[in-house]
Nanobody
Framework: VQLVESGGGLVQAGGSLRLSCAAS????????MAWYRQAPGNQREFVAS????????NVSDSVKGRFAISRDNDKNTMYLQMHSLKPEDTAVYHC???????????????????WGQGTQVTVSS
């Protein structure tokens, strides 16, 4: 599975951006997908996640009410719509996807996680 993010940029506080994450490769094996972000000097932080068919979403408290996650399985693309952006939202936003573990004969394999290279979001005050 390969993931490519796009849509980042520079925006003023209060503005909006929509991030996209395009998946390719063995996309039919993808279970859930998520967005994480990492600001300089900070650990990677969970932002939002979405289930295979979009029926279950989870959004961190820090962005709840401002960010929305969605996915279009026909396009193999996940989105993060961001509104009311704040300077503290400045970070590199990474796309994550995971595939379930499985067993083949006597061999079992754990779930696999895949990451995109990230897209920079900068919010000016």
């Amino acid at each position: 599975v390969q993931l490519v993010e796009s849509g980042g940029g520079l925006v003023q506080a209060g503005g909006s951006l929509r991030l996209s994450c395009a998946a390719s490769g063995s996309t039919s094996s993808i279970n859930g997908m998520a967005w994480y972000r990492q600001a300089p000097g900070n650990q990677r932080e969970f932002v939002a996640s979405i289930s295979t068919h979009g029926g279950i979403t989870n959004v961190s408290d820090s962005v709840k009410g401002r960010f929305a996650i969605s996915r279009d399985n026909d396009k193999n693309t996940m989105y993060l719509q961001m509104h009311s952006l704040k300077p503290e939202d400045t970070a590199v936003y990474h796309c994550n996807a995971w595939t379930p573990g499985y067993c083949s004969g006597y061999d079992c394999y754990p779930e696999s996680h895949y990451w995109g290279q990230g897209t920079q979001v900068t919010v000016s005050s």
